[in-house]
């Protein structure tokens, strides 16, 4: 070890710098406790030891830090998950940190340890002051991710990092099938191809369901009794949906109820031709029909409803179809 002086400084000639340096590098004996630790880091695995009074300590210690006493020789696998206690976002690194990019520095208690660890969290954030992402949080579960085998030298830098553990994932679908329309859906969808709503009448409480189903889902008794209703109707309820649809024209867009004229159930449909945080129960709306020469046997006849210019239904009025 040797220290000396260094050239003074611009600002302060008078008080040199100065450096305290270990030619060679600092070398130390790590003794058979941190070097079992060291040498399982080396091999891609945490081990932690047990105290007298039955705690996991990980990072291992020579003596328990609550009582003084020797630990014992029982080692003790631990992780490789584990939760992360508490952190610190690093919105800048600088050149000494060990990623280049923003990060968080987090106590992780691997599973089955009575203790944490400090270490670098990456959660991909990539922009120069990112602000820390909202899934990062104190009980996450965090695995750690090693530098490759050949890279390894038995020191804490073995672990580069620990990462986030998968918990979601995003998987293309697709699902095709054939429907094929009982006699009531068939005849329904002729109707449709007419540009008409057919719907059944029911003989016991004499309500109309559109679009027909054979049956009175109330009374549970055959329908046969048809009845054209009107392709306008009244908003009865609504969601505003922030996730793409092919059948929507855009972004947000409304999926509503829609209690046709004449009926006396509603039916779900999309609503446009208006913003969407204007939609509201009571609007009045009309089906937009696709050009004629595009009709076929299928509600897609109906692009989507859209606004009447007429005075909203009362709220009174449809409370008992919400």
Known sequence: MRSRPDQPTPTSPEAPNHVLEFPGGYTRSVGPVIGRFLSELRDGRLVGVRTRAGKVLFPPLEYDPDTGEEVTSEFVEVGPAGTVRSWSWVPRPLDVHPLDHPFAWALIQPDGADTAMLHALDVGARAEGAEAPRFLKTGMRVRPKYRGRGKRTGSINDIACFEPEVTMINSPTRLEYDLRAGRALDRFLEGVSQGRL?????????????????????????????????????????????????????????????????????????????????????????????????????????????????????????????
């Open 198 to 322: 057919i719907g059944h009448r029911c003989a016991v409480c004499e309500q109309v369901i559109v679009p027909m189903k054979g049956l009175c889902p109330k009374d549970g008794v055959p329908t046969t009794e048809e009845v054209e209703v009107a392709d306008t109707g009244t908003v009865t309820t609504f969601a505003v949906n922030n996730l793409p649809d092919p059948r929507a024209p855009e972004v947000p867009f409304v999926s509503a109820y829609i209690l046709l004229d004449g009926a006396d159930l509603t039916m779900l449909a999309l609503v446009a031709g208006i913003p969407a945080d204007q939609v509201r129960m009571g609007m009045r709306v009309r089906a937009a029909w696709r050009p004629r020469d595009e009709w076929g046997r299928s509600m897609s006849n109906i692009k989507w409803f859209e606004p009447l210019d007429e005075p909203d239904v009362p709220f009174d009025a449809i409370k008992d179809y919400v």
